[in-house]
């Protein structure tokens, strides 16, 4: 079965005779010598690959600590879980490494005494998408690609920009036009990106992308392209290596175009089968209620999809048509998950909440934390449950979020309103009453 959006490019010949794309609607199989597309039958790839030889959990333990580029890499240091792409053409910054955090406060606030939050904002860029770009790319410059490109709401922009010029390759970011937080527009303009501007919704940017794929020979790196989901299984890798591989009862993770829940399906799926994961933990994925066609596809025991035109102040996640949804409702199914939908209200108040801990995060994340409470509440996750919920980018990715939050009129408990005084002790006394 041929690609219709697949360009052939010159470096067949280093990409390894094991890896197929596998087309997950119609079985057909192609090998990976392009920029990997949708099939004509209109279906997603996944990629195959055989089980190594020689896989242990030791194995991984062995390389923390190691000095070795690929071994600091919390997504390559699992290599023998991924496809088995050229060494010496792999981009790495390296990317993963990112911590699991504890707070009273947060365990109070959501009702989960075991919640656990994994920080993928501490990635390079900021996000959790390092962790696919870093193989996508690899996989780009192993097929000598020309120039990348993708169309993105920020976080995947920032990301496709930093590791393109990583790599010396020439990038090309679509965007739609006065949607994109401050902090991640900032970052695909210094990282040398070329910005075009969609007059439309994300989904139009997403549609123009692939067009231009096909047609002028670039490599897309949207999560269309399955080793962008290959890396973000990572997420999984690492944090189970993190709890001594036992799995929590729950990972929570925001849903907007669905890449990250294809990929932890993935994740867990490959685990299982290949004799490292003898317990699933269930997924919950939180969708903002103002872009929401998931969560009312989930409530619809997934009889009926249909896009919505997305509005949320979760930019990361304002998503009206995500592309993985077929992906992502097999990862649901496979492990008893759920999906919810929270306000934008609730997002903010669960990001204010994080943020006051010191840990702090963007809004798409917080739908995580808010969607941990909500499940609580309605007695989803039950009482002595372990969970961990993915905090996907940095509380840097929004700044004009933070702002709308705390200098809002409207009354919030932890608004944090800067003051204004004269320059007296006396005036400093009046400001301090409270906060002392």
């Excluded at 955090?101 to 904002?121: I, V």
């Excluded at 993770?253 to 993935?266: D, H, R, V, W």
């Excluded at 800067?418 to 400093?428: H, M, N, Q």
């Amino acid at each position: 079965m041929a690609d219709e959006g697949e360009q052939q490019l010159t470096g067949e010949l280093t990409i390894s005779a094991e890896i197929w794309l596998v087309c997950e609607r119609c079985g057909g199989r192609i090998r990976p010598t392009g920029s990997p597309g949708r099939c004509l039958c209109g279906g997603l790839y996944h990629v195959e690959f055989p089980r190594p030889a020689v896989l242990s959990t030791a194995l991984f333990e062995q390389r923390l600590g190691s000095w070795q580029p690929l071994d600091r890499s919390g997504v390559w240091r699992y290599r023998e879980l991924l496809p088995p792409l050229p060494i010496d053409r792999i981009i790495t910054r390296p990317e993963g490494n990112t911590n699991l955090y504890h707070h009273p406060r947060l365990a109070e606030w959501t009702g989960c005494p075991d919640l656990l939050l994994k920080h993928e904002g501490e990635n390079p860029t900021g996000s959790f998408k390092d962790r696919g770009m870093t193989v996508a790319i690899s996989h780009a410059r192993a097929l000598d690609a020309r120039a990348v490109a993708c169309a993105s709401t920020g976080n995947t922009a920032a990301s496709v920009a930093a590791y393109a010029a990583l790599a010396g390759l020439p990038s090309i970011v679509f965007l739609p036009s006065g949607k994109i937080a401050t902090g991640k527009l900032s970052q695909a303009i210094a990282y040398g990106a070329r910005i075009v501007q969609i007059a439309g919704e994300f989904d139009a940017a997403m549609q123009l992308v692939q067009e231009a794929s096909s047609a002028l020979g670039l490599y897309l790196l949207n999560s269309v392209n399955p080793f962008r989901l290959e890396g973000q299984k990572a997420i999984v890798f690492e944090l189970l290596h993190q709890l001594g591989w036992e799995p929590p009862d729950w990972i929570i993770l925001p849903g907007g175009n669905l890449g990250n829940t294809a990929a932890f399906g993935a994740a867990v799926m490959q685990l299982r089968a290949w004799g490292l994961l003898d317990r699933l933990p269930r997924l919950g994925v939180i969708q903002a209620a103002g872009a929401a066609p998931f969560y009312a596809a989930f409530r619809s025991g997934f009889r009926d999809f249909r896009p919505v035109m997305a509005e949320t102040v979760a930019t990361a996640i304002r998503i009206g048509n995500p592309v993985s949804y077929e992906r992502a409702r097999r990862a649901i199914e496979f492990t008893d998950g759920v999906v919810e939908a929270v306000t934008d209200d609730e997002i903010l108040e669960a990001k204010a909440q994080v943020d006051r801990c010191g840990i702090g995060c963007e809004p798409a994340s917080a739908a995580a934390v808010a969607g941990v409470r909500k499940l609580v509440a309605r007695g989803i996750i039950r009482p002595g449950e372990r969970v961990v919920a993915v905090l996907t980018g940095h509380v840097l990715k929004d700044p004009d979020a933070i702002l709308q939050y705390h200098l809002s009129e409207e009354q919030r408990p932890l608004a944090n309103r800067p003051v204004t005084i004269e320059p007296t002790l006396v005036a400093l006394r009046g400001a301090l009453e409270h906060a002392l």
